[in-house]
């Protein structure tokens, strides 16, 4: 599901994790700004944005190339170094369905479940 350097990126933050206790995942502020994404649509998820609510636009497709299929789940560090909380998401899905979220706390929240319906 994810590409190789997605892999080793994520390896490595988590050797670093176990390395440095928990503080490798927190910003500066001592925030843990980690979400799980689920995807409960019963669609494959083939872009995720996540982006400050204080910017006007829409940050980079988080997942790139890889894909979040049905009852599947990823862990997102949704951390732009800025200090902020509050984030809006937007799932691209393969039948051509986007749904935006707005003001999502990720200072507060531990998962994100995209649901049908």
């Known amino acids: ?3 190789t350097f997605a892999r080793r990126a994520f390896l490595t933050a988590a050797v670093a994790a176990v390395a440095l206790g928990t503080s490798a995942f927190q910003s500066n502020d001592g925030q843990d700004r980690r979400v799980r ?3 409960a649509t019963g669609v494959t998820m083939t872009h995720f944005y996540a982006s400050n609510s204080g910017q006007d636009d829409w940050q980079e497709d988080i997942l790139g190339q890889d894909v979040l299929r049905n009852g599947a789940s990823v862990v997102i560090n949704i951390d732009d170094g800025s200090g902020a909380c509050l984030y809006d998401f937007k799932a691209r899905f393969s039948d051509g369905d986007e749904l935006e979220r707005y003001r999502i706390n990720v200072c507060e929240i531990t998962e994100y479940r995209y ?3």
């Open 1 to 3: 599901m994810f590409s």
């Open 37 to 39: 994404i689920i995807n």
């Open 115 to 117: 649901t049908a319906g």
